[in-house]
């Protein structure tokens, strides 16, 4: 048993050995993905998202550009918002995107009181951003001209014709439209860390290993501290051959 509690001692240490090897990699390989996605090029908005089409399973974040003209008389303010612990909201403004006519939101930046949200002018900018999804459905008892989240149905209730099945956080303009008050606002970006699935799943085997040679080693230290249970398994059950023999004599007593 002692050197049955060794090898099982050294397999289980190796075991774990190898399960941290494989979180780690699973760690650095989720991290390098995440940080792969941050750095995605800058695509045209078109080519990944149009008019009325549903939001693209990858396209959280994905930078986009596009040219259009702002249409300010649209311009909403998104509550509950908040930037460097100042509670706010956002600037929405809908850019008509040039070559489809229809309209995308975009988040201008973050302003703490509704006065301070000026328009920007009409004139053809060029937009560039991280494009995100829309938002749950907005209470109903905000004031005039004001949303609690950025609602999409709600927005193209209020601004008719086409809409984009998105919305953008600007990041940069061209030219750059200098609406005082308005701050800006960084997209979210996304989390720290991640991890890899498949060395994860590598991980949890190595581990399981290691917990089943425990357990193989107790059961073993069970059966030698009772002997009884070894003698139970080792003796033959001789109960079903007993029963033809009984039944013959019995036979053969009648005849």
Same mark, same amino acid.
């Given at each position: 048993?002692?050197?049955?509690?060794?090898?099982?001692?050294? @397999?289980? *240490?190796?075991?774990?050995? $190898? #399960?941290?090897?494989?979180?780690?990699?699973? &760690?650095?390989? #989720?991290?390098?993905?995440? !940080?792969?996605?941050?750095?995605?090029?800058?695509?045209?908005?078109?080519?990944?998202?149009?008019?009325? !089409?549903?939001?693209?399973?990858?396209?959280?974040?994905?930078?986009?550009?596009?040219?259009?003209?702002? *249409?300010?008389?649209?311009?909403?303010?998104?509550?509950?918002?908040?930037?460097?612990?100042?509670?706010?909201?956002?600037?929405?403004?809908?850019?008509?995107?040039?070559?489809?006519?229809?309209?995308?939101?975009?988040?201008?930046?973050?302003? $703490?009181?509704?006065? &301070?949200?000026? $328009?920007?002018?009409?004139?053809?900018?060029?937009?560039?951003?991280?494009?995100?999804?829309?938002?749950?459905?907005?209470?109903?008892?905000?004031?005039?001209?004001?949303?609690?989240?950025?609602?999409?149905?709600?927005?193209?209730?209020?601004?008719? #014709?086409?809409?984009?099945?998105?919305?953008?956080?600007?990041?940069?303009?061209?030219? *750059? &439209?200098?609406?005082?008050?308005? &701050?800006?606002?960084?997209?979210?970006?996304?989390?720290?860390?991640?991890?890899?699935?498949?060395?994860?799943?590598?991980?949890?085997?190595?581990?399981?290993?290691?917990? @089943?040679?425990?357990?193989?080693?107790?059961?073993?230290?069970?059966?030698?501290?009772?002997?009884?249970?070894?003698?139970?398994?080792? *003796?033959?059950?001789?109960?079903?051959?007993?029963?033809?023999?009984?039944?013959?004599?019995?036979?053969?007593?009648?005849?």
């Amino acid at each position: 048993m002692l050197g049955l509690l060794t090898l099982a001692l050294v @397999f289980c *240490a190796g075991c774990v050995v $190898a #399960g941290l090897w494989q979180w780690g990699v699973a &760690q650095d390989r #989720g991290t390098k993905s995440m !940080q792969d996605d941050s750095n995605r090029p800058v695509a045209s908005l078109n080519s990944v998202l149009r008019p009325q !089409q549903q939001f693209p399973d990858d396209g959280s974040l994905e930078p986009v550009r596009f040219k259009g003209h702002y *249409a300010p008389d649209g311009q909403v303010l998104v509550s509950g918002r908040v930037l460097h612990g100042t509670h706010g909201y956002w600037v929405v403004t809908p850019v008509v995107v040039d070559g489809t006519g229809a309209r995308i939101p975009v988040v201008r930046g973050f302003v $703490a009181k509704p006065s &301070q949200a000026t $328009a920007p002018s009409t004139e053809l900018v060029t937009v560039t951003g991280a494009l995100a999804p829309g938002e749950a459905p907005s209470s109903g008892d905000s004031p005039r001209g004001q949303l609690t989240t950025v609602d999409l149905p709600a927005l193209l209730t209020h601004w008719g #014709g086409n809409i984009y099945n998105g919305f953008v956080f600007l990041t940069d303009e061209r030219p *750059a &439209q200098h609406t005082a008050g308005v &701050q800006p606002f960084p997209p979210p970006r996304p989390g720290d860390g991640g991890l890899n699935l498949v060395n994860a799943g590598y991980a949890l085997q190595w581990w399981s290993f290691a917990a @089943f040679a425990i357990f193989i080693y107790f059961r073993e230290l069970r059966r030698e501290a009772h002997p009884e249970l070894r003698a139970g398994e080792a *003796a033959p059950d001789n109960r079903a051959g007993d029963s033809p023999a009984i039944n013959n004599e019995t036979e053969g007593s009648h005849v």
